[in-house]
């Protein structure tokens, strides 16, 4: 069973940067996908990005996962933060070499650290 454990939240203002890490113990990231969601009061789970063997990052709009295979680390920046990036942020991981946004095919998941964007 992996070991998850994600860090760097906090209470963060409007137009601010933010870099949340993921630290995965009991396999090596060239053998995991590894993925990041979130989920906001209310609202359903959602899927951000995934890395794998094959992709070392990846942006998506104001998204941006890369890694560090020598920290075993994952990490997600988010830029210029919005009220709206609220929520609770969750990493995931599994073995396998296919990234998907389907949280379902994550079997590790991290406690979640917590976002707060708010003047």
């Known amino acids: 069973q992996l070991r998850i454990v994600e860090s760097g939240g906090g209470l963060k203002q409007p137009g601010e940067s933010l870099k949340l890490s993921c630290t995965v113990s009991g396999a090596t990231l060239d053998s995991l996908r590894v993925g990041w969601f979130r989920q906001a009061p209310g609202k359903d789970r959602e899927g951000l990005l995934c890395?794998?063997?094959g992709i070392v990052s990846s942006e998506k709009d104001r998204f941006i996962i890369s890694k560090d295979y020598t920290k075993n680390t994952v990490y997600l920046q988010i830029d210029n933060l919005e009220p709206e990036d609220t929520a609770n942020y969750y990493c995931?991981?599994?073995?396998?070499?296919?990234?998907?946004?389907?949280?379902?095919?994550?079997?590790?998941w991290g406690q979640g650290t917590q976002v707060t964007v708010s003047s």
């Open positions: 890395v794998n063997r």
């Open positions: 995931a991981a599994a073995l396998g070499f296919s990234c998907t946004a389907n949280a379902e095919a994550f079997t590790d």
